[in-house]
């Protein structure tokens, strides 16, 4: 143990702390600029989590309002406090912290340069759908068909571009899969395609014409079908319905029964904003009833409704980030049963509490011309999903000819938490990534700027759901990891 340890933190030599070795011996050690710290909701206890050092603990009231006091500059005398707070890079030095980051910032390079990409392709725009928040309704839909030789084309390309690379496809729409025989047949041709690459392929789609592609896709590399359903019966009618104003739930239900049936993986996706939330615990029992929540082959994702490329008709029903989770947070203190259909991520809660560790550092959490690529049926490359199909976002073609806008593209590609002003002395940056840079331009004009998101907060909720409830840790000394659910 380090003899006569003192730790005090002086305020304006920005937040060095002291550590005493000896008379005549100090080390020049800095309150991490990575901790987020903060108290759980509806609780005494505090948490801190430094996505750097890889290290999580929930403190009681004692030894949060110790971590106070250093932050005020108070003397702090507690030995097994100090060396636990060192040890776990809570404190540390400024030096070596820097260090630690460039190590680890380099082996996030790295690491996904080697990572899975998924490529969207967009077979057309159009849709049987008139869903109210549909953000593709003011996209022109060029008056053009998919072809086979769009798609011979569009394979010849990322066979070339992304050579050695692991990668998946993902149709997308518009509605990719419309019933009628010229679709059938183009999405066959494209199936039959990613089949002599050895490509997986996902479907995003409305639902409405799913059980009518059952057979194309018995026996074929399917990864999932992603499907939204925005509540139940009542409630999902009145917002996804057909252009002649008939609902589509029935419908939708009866092609994701067979997809389960046929053991494809469903991604049921909700979009919500205050019109439907109050419906999640009811499509949550209507779920666990059908029995899919017991399929391996069934998952769910929880969408929120905002403005993305234009301004929604009604805004005022939009959630923020963090009014959507604290909303779903009391549903579920209310309804526990939603938990069997849906658990949110909170962060890196749910991450910790399911693995016992935290998530590696996250420098990058946009995708777009790194792990993302987005192509449609007339030819253009674009970043991502977001934007897709806006044709001031082209940057490039891959039929008939192939271009590629290097300035442009490097500006996707070159986009982090290091090359974003704001992020890069934001205590939160290794959890929230930069956010989205598709809506950060539509924000901001500027990819290279920050999508905020709450991290704080959402961790004040995560912390409360998947490690209170009666597991609450009483001693810094005792890791997260023992109260794993």
């Given at each position: 143990?380090?003899?006569?340890?003192?730790?005090?933190?002086?305020?304006?030599?920005?937040?060095?702390?002291?550590?005493?070795?000896?008379?005549?011996?100090?080390?020049?050690?800095?309150?991490?600029?990575?901790?987020?710290?903060?108290?759980?909701?509806?609780?005494?206890?505090?948490?801190?989590?430094?996505?750097?050092?890889?290290?999580?603990?929930?403190?009681?009231?004692?030894?949060?309002?110790?971590?106070?006091?250093?932050?005020?500059?108070?003397l702090l005398t507690d030995n097994t406090f100090a060396e636990e707070l060192i040890s776990k890079g809570y404190i540390s030095e400024e030096t070596e912290e820097n260090k630690i980051y460039r190590t680890r910032y380099l082996d996030f390079l790295d690491s996904r340069s080697k990572d899975e990409i998924q490529l969207f392709f967009v077979t057309n725009y159009s849709c049987n759908f008139a869903c109210?928040?549909?953000?593709?309704?003011?996209?022109?839909?060029?008056?053009?068909?998919?072809?086979?030789?769009?798609?011979?084309?569009?394979?010849?390309?990322?066979?070339?571009?992304?050579?050695?690379?692991?990668?998946?496809?993902?149709?997308?729409?518009?509605?990719?899969?419309?019933?009628?025989?010229?679709?059938?047949?183009?999405?066959?041709?494209?199936?039959?395609?990613?089949?002599?690459?050895?490509?997986?392929?996902?479907?995003?789609?409305?639902?409405?014409?799913?059980?009518?592609?059952?057979?194309?896709?018995?026996?074929?590399?399917?990864?999932?079908?992603?499907?939204?359903?925005?509540?139940?019966?009542?409630?999902?009618?009145?917002?996804?319905?057909?252009?002649?104003?008939?609902?589509?739930?029935?419908?939708?239900?009866?092609?994701?029964?067979?997809?389960?049936?046929?053991?494809?993986?469903?991604?049921?996706?909700?979009?919500?904003?205050?019109?439907?939330?109050?419906?999640?615990?009811?499509?949550?029992?209507?779920?666990?009833?059908?029995?899919?929540?017991?399929?391996?082959?069934?998952?769910?994702?929880?969408?929120?409704?905002?403005?993305?490329?234009?301004?929604?008709?009604?805004?005022?029903?939009?959630?923020?980030?963090?009014?959507?989770?604290?909303?779903?947070?009391?549903?579920?203190?209310?309804?526990?049963?939603?938990?069997?259909?849906?658990?949110?991520?909170?962060?890196?809660?749910?991450?910790?509490?399911?693995?016992?560790?935290?998530?590696?550092?996250?420098?990058?959490?946009?995708?777009?011309?790194?792990?993302?690529?987005?192509?449609?049926?007339?030819?253009?490359?674009?970043?991502?999903?977001?934007?897709?199909?806006?044709?001031?976002?082209?940057?490039?073609?891959?039929?008939?000819?192939?271009?590629?806008?290097?300035?442009?593209?490097?500006?996707?590609?070159?986009?982090?938490?290091?090359?974003?002003?704001?992020?890069?002395?934001?205590?939160?940056?290794?959890?929230?990534?930069?956010?989205?840079?598709?809506?950060?331009?539509?924000?901001?004009?500027?990819?290279?700027?920050?999508?905020?998101?709450?991290?704080?907060?959402?961790?004040?909720?995560?912390?409360?759901?998947?490690?209170?409830?009666?597991?609450?840790?009483?001693?810094?000394?005792?890791?997260?990891?023992?109260?794993?659910?």
């Amino acid at each position: 143990m380090l003899p006569e340890l003192l730790i005090k933190v002086i305020l304006n030599q920005s937040c060095a702390v002291h550590i005493n070795l000896s008379e005549h011996n100090f080390i020049m050690l800095k309150y991490s600029r990575f901790n987020i710290f903060s108290k759980i909701r509806d609780s005494e206890n505090h948490f801190i989590v430094n996505l750097l050092s890889g290290n999580a603990d929930i403190l009681n009231k004692e030894d949060a309002d110790k971590l106070k006091a250093i932050n005020s500059g108070e003397l702090l005398t507690d030995n097994t406090f100090a060396e636990e707070l060192i040890s776990k890079g809570y404190i540390s030095e400024e030096t070596e912290e820097n260090k630690i980051y460039r190590t680890r910032y380099l082996d996030f390079l790295d690491s996904r340069s080697k990572d899975e990409i998924q490529l969207f392709f967009v077979t057309n725009y159009s849709c049987n759908f008139a869903c109210t928040y549909c953000y593709q309704d003011q996209y022109n839909n060029p008056a053009l068909e998919l072809n086979n030789e769009v798609i011979d084309s569009f394979f010849s390309y990322i066979k070339k571009e992304f050579a050695g690379r692991n990668k998946y496809i993902t149709v997308f729409g518009g509605e990719p899969l419309l019933n009628s025989p010229k679709q059938k047949s183009a999405i066959k041709y494209l199936l039959d395609k990613a089949s002599d690459e050895k490509l997986e392929i996902s479907f995003v789609t409305n639902g409405y014409s799913l059980e009518a592609y059952t057979e194309i896709f018995r026996n074929r590399s399917i990864r999932e079908i992603q499907v939204t359903l925005d509540g139940t019966e009542s409630v999902h009618d009145k917002r996804r319905f057909l252009k002649n104003g008939n609902g589509t739930f029935s419908v939708i239900i009866k092609g994701i029964d067979a997809c389960l049936q046929n053991n494809i993986t469903v991604n049921l996706r909700m979009v919500i904003d205050k019109e439907n939330i109050d419906n999640l615990p009811d499509l949550a029992s209507f779920a666990i009833e059908k029995g899919w929540t017991k399929s391996p082959y069934f998952k769910t994702q929880i969408g929120r409704n905002y403005e993305l490329h234009h301004c929604q008709s009604s805004p005022d029903k939009l959630f923020s980030r963090v009014s959507l989770f604290e909303k779903i947070f009391e549903l579920t203190k209310q309804y526990p049963h939603i938990q069997e259909f849906y658990k949110p991520a909170y962060s890196v809660a749910k991450f910790l509490s399911e693995n016992g560790n935290l998530p590696d550092a996250l420098f990058d959490s946009c995708p777009a011309c790194k792990t993302e690529w987005a192509f449609d049926y007339t030819g253009q490359i674009y970043s991502c999903t977001a934007t897709v199909g806006k044709a001031d976002e082209s940057l490039g073609s891959f039929y008939p000819l192939i271009t590629l806008n290097k300035e442009k593209t490097d500006q996707w590609e070159s986009r982090d938490v290091t090359a974003i002003p704001e992020c890069r002395e934001c205590n939160l940056q290794l959890a929230c990534g930069g956010g989205c840079g598709s809506v950060a331009k539509n924000s901001n004009g500027s990819v290279c700027s920050p999508d905020c998101r709450p991290i704080t907060e959402l961790l004040e909720l995560g912390f409360s759901e998947y490690f209170e409830n009666g597991k609450a840790q009483n001693n810094i000394n005792v890791h997260i990891s023992d109260y794993q659910n």
